[in-house]
């Protein structure tokens, strides 16, 4: 099957600093790429969805200056979350997906953000 | 937006058939229902998914009510592996070709040995 990447699988930062997550499609090419958010025993919450060469479209209540997404290639998706504060630790997962069938959307392994 | 309920958790035993309602009663004509697990700390796994029909793949089964405000999601035999958190989820289309998700609060199921 599909195998989508992230790294890194785990980052613990200082507040105040930059950390940038990749997303990539390892055998395919995704057309669109899903970015989403999950806290301790909640649920997954979509934050954004990426088309490659375009601008990502955030969802309601997801700060886009704090919550840069660059998708450059259609193998590679970046979430930089800038200037990281302790509220902003969470389970950051992405998904990838060719066509437009919802079937083939692939997640990738999450990354656990951890701000000091 | 077509929205789920599902039990919070459930217990199975080792080798019985897992069963997992979903209640998904405003959906509409054109919606799928998928359904994923999540494992612990994992990026959630497709399971399976339909429209009006029940279908059967290698990991589940899946059967909507003929209604289709609900469906079921079955695993023959459940193993310890199979426990997890499984989202009921339908598909909301959006112009462009944009398909939104709304991931529930999913059923955790924990199977016991």
């Known amino acids: 099957g599909a195998v989508v990447s992230q790294h890194p699988s785990r980052v613990i930062c200082k507040s105040g600093t930059s950390v940038k997550i990749e997303c990539r499609s390892l055998d395919f090419q995704a057309t669109t790429m899903f970015w989403y958010r999950q806290f301790p025993k909640q649920s997954l919450m979509l934050m954004a969805t990426?088309?490659?060469?375009?601008?990502?479209?955030?969802e309601q209540g997801v700060e886009k200056d704090k919550f840069l997404i660059n998708h450059a290639s259609l193998t590679l998706s970046t979430l930089t979350v800038t200037s990281a504060h302790p509220e902003d630790s969470s389970f950051y997962i992405c998904?990838?997906?060719?066509?437009?069938?919802?079937?083939?959307?692939?997640f990738g392994p999450g990354t656990r953000l951890t701000v000091l | 937006d077509a929205k789920t309920t599902q039990p919070t958790s459930m217990d199975c035993a080792e080798g019985r058939a897992a069963n997992l309602p979903c209640n998904h009663s405003t959906i509409s004509g054109n919606e799928y229902v998928y359904w994923y697990r999540q494992i612990h700390s994992q990026g959630p796994q497709y399971i399976i998914h339909g429209l009006k029909n029940n279908e059967t793949n290698e990991m589940a089964s899946l059967i909507i009510t003929e209604d289709r405000k609900s469906s079921t999601l079955i695993l023959p035999h459940a193993t310890l592996r199979d426990t997890a958190v499984y989202y009921c989820i339908v598909r909301v289309p959006l112009s462009g070709g944009y398909q939104k998700v709304t991931f529930g609060t999913g059923t955790k199921l924990q199977v016991i040995p």
């Open positions: 998904s990838a997906r060719v066509g437009r069938r919802w079937d083939t959307q692939y």
């Open positions: 990426s088309n490659e060469g375009s601008k990502a479209t955030y």
